[in-house]
């Protein structure tokens, strides 16, 4: 039995309890860690398919509880709901290449595991629900056009499918007890405690250190790209503005000036790796393009991303000059090889 509860934190989460699901992953790491700097009380909630050494450094924290726990298993989730004022839920099988490999698991997590812990949250009567979707699910836009979240969505692969219906079903129960945000965010780059080199700025500048060239398969696709530490600043925004800007809606996560061609990217990884020896063949393996603008979170909430791509490419060499991973092609660094 369970006792829906008002929280003391709808207009503006400040110094809750914060469930984010996904945790130990590659943004919900570091969202954890700064949650915890910021005073809340944190719960992880994680399947831990990539371990728990993203939470090394902070586990000790006595405002952190961690629950190795699958979104699917509603029991598990309820006993944890009990005194969450918010819910993050980042818990995903993330990129194209990961739900491809396993589909049945992508349907299972990105669908019907989001759905679940946004219909168990609402039963607890958690109001702040935070759901990270994604840009990919614009799929392709026209070549002059940038979209906005009024734009149609037109998934070009299956990651961006589960995405969309997980969506739907999310905004459809909110109500005046229940406020889901979707966030679509661009694509990620930069260091986390869960390191990736699956993600095209990470696996450029990982490609120019270690091998000295790239392959790029076109180089027009247009991609909009954020620091993970951007995309944890987002989400403390949305933690702290008030219900009613917030709530129900829909923000795309990016900056105005974060759209970059494939080609441009290659351009900044030559700043940083002026030896890098690029290939481009025609073949456009990925078929994804598009252009998005992000002035509805930045007018209405002030947010504006602070790092830039070469940021990025720079803070991933200095890692890898000083060898911080043993090895960069562990399987834990890449989201296909682990299911």
């Given at each position: 039995?369970?006792?829906?509860?008002?929280?003391?934190?709808?207009?503006?989460?400040?110094?809750?309890?914060?469930?984010?699901?996904?945790?130990?992953?590659?943004?919900?790491?570091?969202?954890?860690?700064?949650?915890?700097?910021?005073?809340?009380?944190?719960?992880?909630?994680?399947?831990?398919?990539?371990?728990?050494?993203?939470?090394?450094?902070?586990?000790?924290?006595?405002?952190?509880?961690?629950?190795?726990?699958?979104?699917?298993?509603?029991?598990?989730?309820?006993?944890?709901?009990?005194?969450?004022?918010?819910?993050?839920?980042?818990?995903?099988?993330?990129?194209?290449?990961?739900?491809?490999?396993?589909?049945?698991?992508?349907?299972?997590?990105?669908?019907?595991?989001?759905?679940?812990?946004?219909?168990?949250?609402?039963?607890?009567?958690?109001?702040?629900?935070?759901?990270?979707?994604?840009?990919?699910?614009?799929?392709?836009?026209?070549?002059?056009?940038?979209?906005?979240?009024?734009?149609?969505?037109?998934?070009?692969?299956?990651?961006?499918?589960?995405?969309?219906?997980?969506?739907?079903?999310?905004?459809?129960?909110?109500?005046?007890?229940?406020?889901?945000?979707?966030?679509?965010?661009?694509?990620?780059?930069?260091?986390?405690?869960?390191?990736?080199?699956?993600?095209?700025?990470?696996?450029?500048?990982?490609?120019?250190?270690?091998?000295?060239?790239?392959?790029?398969?076109?180089?027009?696709?247009?991609?909009?790209?954020?620091?993970?530490?951007d995309v944890v600043k987002a989400v403390l925004t949305i933690l702290e503005a008030s219900l009613s800007k917030v709530g129900g809606?829909?923000?795309?996560?990016?900056?105005?000036?974060?759209?970059?061609?494939?080609?441009?990217?290659?351009?900044?990884?030559?700043?940083?790796?002026?030896?890098?020896?690029?290939?481009?063949?025609?073949?456009?393996?990925?078929?994804?393009?598009?252009?998005?603008?992000?002035?509805?979170?930045?007018?209405?909430?002030?947010?504006?991303?602070?790092?830039?791509?070469?940021?990025?490419?720079?803070?991933?060499?200095?890692?890898?000059?000083?060898?911080?991973?043993?090895?960069?092609?562990?399987?834990?660094?890449?989201?296909?090889?682990?299911?």
């Amino acid at each position: 039995m369970f006792f829906p509860r008002t929280s003391k934190f709808l207009n503006g989460a400040k110094l809750g309890t914060v469930l984010v699901t996904g945790g130990a992953g590659y943004i919900g790491s570091m969202l954890v860690s700064e949650l915890l700097k910021n005073g809340y009380q944190v719960k992880v909630y994680d399947k831990m398919m990539f371990g728990v050494e993203s939470l090394a450094s902070f586990k000790s924290s006595p405002n952190l509880q961690i629950i190795k726990g699958d979104i699917l298993d509603t029991a598990s989730l309820e006993r944890n709901m009990i005194d969450v004022d918010t819910v993050v839920h980042t818990a995903a099988i993330v990129g194209e290449a990961a739900c491809a490999a396993n589909q049945d698991l992508a349907i299972r997590t990105n669908y019907l595991g989001a759905v679940n812990v946004a219909k168990i949250s609402k039963a607890y009567g958690i109001k702040r629900f935070i759901y990270f979707s994604t840009c990919s699910t614009y799929g392709k836009s026209d070549d002059e056009n940038e979209v906005d979240e009024l734009s149609p969505l037109r998934p070009m692969d299956f990651y961006g499918e589960t995405k969309i219906y997980a969506e739907r079903d999310i905004i459809r129960l909110a109500d005046e007890k229940f406020s889901p945000i979707i966030l679509r965010l661009s694509t990620v780059y930069g260091l986390s405690h869960r390191m990736r080199f699956d993600l095209v700025v990470n696996i450029f500048s990982k490609k120019a250190h270690h091998e000295g060239k790239i392959t790029v398969f076109g180089g027009n696709q247009w991609r909009p790209l954020i620091h993970v530490s951007d995309v944890v600043k987002a989400v403390l925004t949305i933690l702290e503005a008030s219900l009613s800007k917030v709530g129900g809606r829909v923000f795309n996560v990016g900056g105005n000036t974060e759209n970059y061609l494939i080609s441009d990217l290659i351009n900044l990884v030559k700043e940083v790796f002026p030896e890098v020896q690029v290939e481009t063949l025609d073949a456009m393996t990925d078929q994804r393009s598009y252009r998005v603008k992000f002035g509805k979170i930045e007018q209405e909430l002030g947010f504006r991303p602070e790092h830039t791509v070469l940021d990025g490419i720079r803070e991933i060499k200095n890692a890898l000059d000083k060898k911080t991973f043993v090895n960069v092609e562990d399987r834990r660094y890449y989201n296909h090889l682990i299911q």
